[in-house]
């Protein structure tokens, strides 16, 4: 089974311009994710789709930070104009659909990320 | 508030040398209860998932346990490629939402 795919693994760019990620998920997975991973931290949720409907974005910044799933697939996740604290590892991942009332939790499964640096 | 808290945030060990790692979790009802590893460069690979209190989990050199309140990760004569970050992760009832802790940095030596 092919694992999730992100692109590219590492992004350089200057504060206040804009940069892209790409995601492709586990062939089946409904749900996707993507995360901001700060050095030595645990990674904290940005957005979560579940086929192309966001169900959680309560923690992007939305005046710089989109995401869209337009075909319940791939993702694309973008910062314009970036700052120097999006510095980060952005990682994304995908779990079976998740079931609204009551089931178990599913495990996610996560790409190798994207590592950026601002100067 | 829905809380993760992993301990010790380092730990140095020698090959051989059994030890402990540990999650504490607040949440108004445990969906899941994920274990993580994590290597340099890499992204979190899933290790086990726990679903109710007095479950456990083997592979390997690696046990997790859970109960109410908290997660171990035993890990039993280690290996210096047992080194990586390990991170907790839960899901609670009536959210989507995964929350994670800051993980647990662990260095075995040869």
């Known amino acids: 089974e092919a694992g999730v795919a992100q692109s590219p693994r590492y992004k350089i760019i200057e504060k206040r311009q804009s940069v892209a990620f790409w995601c492709n998920p586990i062939?089946?997975?409904?749900?996707l994710y993507w995360y901001q991973q700060i050095l030595g931290q645990g990674p904290k949720l940005l957005i979560q789709f579940q086929n192309n409907g966001v169900v959680d974005d309560s923690q992007l910044p939305k005046d710089r930070f989109s995401a869209e799933r337009l075909k319940g697939v791939d993702s694309t996740l973008k910062i314009q104009p970036a700052k120097l604290e999006d510095s980060a590892v952005y990682l994304c991942?995908?779990?079976?659909?998740?079931?609204?009332?009551?089931?178990?939790?599913?495990?996610?499964?996560f790409g190798d990320g994207t590592r950026l640096s601002i100067l | 508030e829905d809380q993760v808290t992993q301990s010790p945030e380092a730990l140095r060990l020698q090959e051989g040398e059994s030890s402990s790692l540990n999650c504490s979790y607040t949440v108004s009802g445990l969906r899941g209860l994920f274990w993580y590893r994590q290597d340099p460069g890499k992204g979190p690979e899933f290790l086990f998932t726990l679903y109710s209190a007095g479950e456990e989990k083997e592979k390997e050199r690696l046990k997790a346990t859970l109960t109410k309140k908290e997660s171990f990760l035993h890990i039993t004569a280690p290996k210096p490629e047992d080194s990586a970050t390990y991170l907790c992760?839960?899901?609670?009832?009536?959210?989507?939402?995964?929350?994670f802790g800051t993980g647990t940095r662990l260095k075995v030596l040869a």
């Open positions: 992760a839960v899901q609670a009832s009536g959210t989507y939402k995964y929350i």
């Open positions: 062939s089946g997975h409904a749900t």
């Open positions: 991942a995908s779990s079976p659909a998740l079931r609204r009332t009551g089931g178990a939790g599913q495990p996610q499964h």
